[in-house]
C-alpha cells in the first residue's frame, strides 16, 4: 500500500483544515520545505489548492510548480479542477494525477478528459455515506451509487471522510464496495494502526496530513507498516 503525505495549500502557505471547516486553518509553513522533507522518504506526494476548491479554479498552481521542479516529486493535484483548461494547466506544469470532485459528476465532461489526459483520479468526498457538495457543505447522492456510475470511465478513487479530515480521531470503518482499480483513503489517519486496518480492508493508498504535522505519527513508520502489511 501506497502513503501519500498531504500538503493543503492556502495562500501559498501549507496549512491543514478542521473537518474542511475554511475558518479553522492551522498553518504549517512553507510548501517547498516541507515536500523537500517528505522527499527524503517517498517519491509521491497528496497536494490540495483549498482556494482553488473554495474559489472554482486552482489559485496555487506556482506553489505546485516549485515543488515539483525543486523535489522531483511526484503529485497528485485537486482543488478548483472544474474545466479543461484548469486539468491541462495542472498537467502542463508536471502533475501526475489530477484530481476530480463533484465535477467528475458531469459524465460529458469527464468522457472527454479522461480520452485526453491520463491518471484522471476522482475524490469521493464523503459524510456519512453520501457525497459533499458546494465545498463539503451540502450533501448528494450516495457514495457507493457515485462510484457505480463512474467506474466506467476511471479506475482511481480517493474516498475522502469529511467528518474526519483533519480531525486525528481515527479512520472511518469501511466494508469494501469497490471492485478494481486504485482505492486510496483520506481522513482522521492517527495511527499506524490505522494505516495497518487500511491496508487490511484492501486500499491501495492512503492520504496523512495532520498526523504528520503534529508530529503524531512517524512517516518512516507508515511506510513500513504498509510494506508490511496484506491487503486483502
Not at 469521493?124 to 447522492?141: A, Q, Y
Request: aromatic share 10%; charged share 30%.
Amino acid at each position: 500500500m501506497e502513503v501519500y503525505p498531504a500538503i493543503d495549500l492556502m495562500g501559498g502557505k501549507a496549512v491543514r483544515l478542521y473537518k474542511g471547516r475554511r475558518e479553522e486553518v492551522r498553518v504549517y509553513g512553507e510548501p517547498v520545505e516541507i515536500a523537500e522533507r517528505f522527499a527524503e522518504l517517498v517519491d509521491k506526494i497528496h497536494i490540495v489548492d483549498l482556494d482553488g476548491a473554495f474559489e472554482g479554479f486552482p489559485r496555487n498552481l506556482d506553489v505546485v510548480r516549485e515543488i515539483i521542479e525543486e523535489t522531483g516529486l511526484r503529485v497528485q493535484f485537486g482543488g478548483g479542477l472544474r474545466s479543461y483548461e484548469a486539468i491541462a494547466k495542472a498537467y502542463e506544469i508536471g502533475v501526475e494525477n489530477a484530481i476530480l470532485g463533484t465535477k467528475a459528476l458531469d459524465l460529458r465532461f469527464l468522457d472527454r478528459i479522461t480520452e485526453e489526459f491520463e491518471g484522471i483520479t476522482v475524490s469521493l468526498d464523503s459524510r456519512n455515506g453520501r457525497i459533499t457538495v458546494r465545498g463539503w457543505l451540502e450533501s448528494g447522492m450516495p457514495v457507493r451509487e457515485a462510484y457505480e456510475t463512474l467506474k466506467p470511465y476511471v479506475n482511481r478513487f480517493i474516498y475522502t471522510s469529511v467528518e474526519r479530515d483533519g480531525t486525528l480521531t481515527g479512520i472511518e470503518e469501511i466494508k469494501r464496495f469497490w471492485q478494481s482499480g486504485e482505492f486510496i483513503y483520506a481522513g482522521g489517519v492517527s495511527s499506524a494502526e490505522d494505516v495497518g486496518k487500511l491496508a487490511k480492508a484492501g486500499f491501495s493508498g492512503v492520504v496523512v496530513g495532520k498526523a504528520l504535522y503534529e508530529r503524531k505519527l512517524a512517516l518512516e513508520e507508515l511506510l513500513e507498516v504498509a510494506k508490511c502489511s496484506p491487503s486483502e
